[in-house]
């Protein structure tokens, strides 16, 4: 990669990822959900074709596969989160850190994103305890963006960044989707969760004073009358599973209008782009991407790499995209985009 001349854009000066030992195999998904579902639930092998056709081949969990088959309350599986989502960002941020040259009293402020558990002190606070940093540090914990948080959390740390161009700051993402599985619920939602969501993170520092690809432009979309598309719906024994089967549909009809709107306001059109990184979803989700994108069926390869690799991370997936992007960039621009909570559409230009 040519390093980038210091300016008042913000960079992404290193990227790191981490994920929980236990690595699941698509195939012994499947076989745990028949156990769990098929006596429970009505006409269950309509759903089988979902864990064939996700494009998924592994994923990663906090917790084995046998966590699965009980149920557990929302106390129990929320200090599992708070625990595991602590380990993983400590993680990731040493490796950024390490990839960056720096230490961690060279870091000014943390933006942590993360939607799938409840801390109070939020993770920033708990994690500092872990890794002593600065005591001066500035802290923005971010929740309820769902998948659209990886890029409105870059987006909005890049603000920060900008405002404050001698400052550095840690960006992180941290989901564990797989805590969210209630055995009890026998809904759509549920069941077609256990064959796409998995476990992750990734710790990134941006900032203007230093080298790498620039953050150059940001945008959000929030569509009326959809908040019942995608969410969390809260029970006593954790987070529910939301999400509307017409997203496809909706991209379809709605987000080529979005992209286009943004690239127009930045003098651009979807020529001027040389590579899109796009949340995985999923496979249906990425078809009508590639097709409002004017893209070659299978065109979005980071998206479809991370998909088949790691599943569906919620937020954290598109910060695994952009580090798969990295390791092989391509001069020129790149626009990333995730949907999430609200309706909402998030986009983001940058340059490599």
Request: glycine share 6%.
């Amino acid at each position: 990669m040519e390093k980038q001349l210091q300016n008042n854009l913000p960079k992404v000066i290193s990227i790191a990822t981490s994920v929980p030992c236990y690595k699941l195999n698509q195939q012994d998904v499947k076989k745990l959900a028949i156990k769990i579902f098929d006596s429970r639930v009505d006409n269950f092998s309509r759903f089988l074709s979902v864990y064939d056709n996700a494009s998924i081949q592994t994923r990663y969990s906090c917790v084995p596969l046998e966590w699965f088959e009980n149920p557990i309350g929302l106390a129990e599986r929320n200090a599992l989160y708070i625990k595991n989502a602590l380990n993983l960002l400590e993680e990731a941020t040493i490796k950024s850190l390490d990839n960056a040259y720096l230490k961690l009293s060279d870091i000014d402020g943390i933006v942590v994103v993360s939607s799938s558990g409840i801390a109070t002190p939020s993770l920033d606070a708990l994690l500092m305890e872990r890794l002593k940093f600065r005591r001066t540090i500035e802290r923005l914990p971010i929740f309820g963006l769902g998948c659209a948080g990886g890029v409105i959390g870059l987006a909005r740390t890049a603000q920060l960044a900008k405002a404050t161009p001698q400052k550095r700051y840690l960006y992180m993402v941290v989901e564990l989707c797989g805590l969210t599985f209630l055995y009890e619920d026998k809904s759509r939602s549920n069941i077609i969760a256990t064959a796409l969501f998995g476990d992750g993170a990734s710790a990134c520092i941006i900032s203007c004073n230093g080298y790498g690809p620039e953050i150059m432009a940001s945008h959000e979309h929030t569509w009326p009358d959809t908040l019942d598309v995608m969410g969390w719906g809260v029970t006593n024994h954790g987070l529910k599973a939301i999400f509307s089967q017409d997203i496809p549909t909706l991209i379809r009809n709605n987000m080529y209008d979005v992209v286009d709107y943004f690239l127009k306001q930045n003098n651009l059109s979807l020529s001027s782009i040389k590579n899109f990184l796009c949340h995985p979803g999923g496979t249906k989700v990425l078809d009508a991407l590639e097709e409002i994108l004017n893209l070659k069926s299978g065109s979005l390869i980071h998206s479809r790499t991370v998909m088949k690799n790691f599943g569906n991370m919620s937020a954290a997936t598109i910060m695994f995209v952009l580090e798969l992007a990295l390791k092989n960039p391509q001069a020129g621009l790149y626009l990333l985009s995730s949907l999430g909570p609200g309706f909402t559409a998030a986009l983001l230009l940058m340059r490599m």
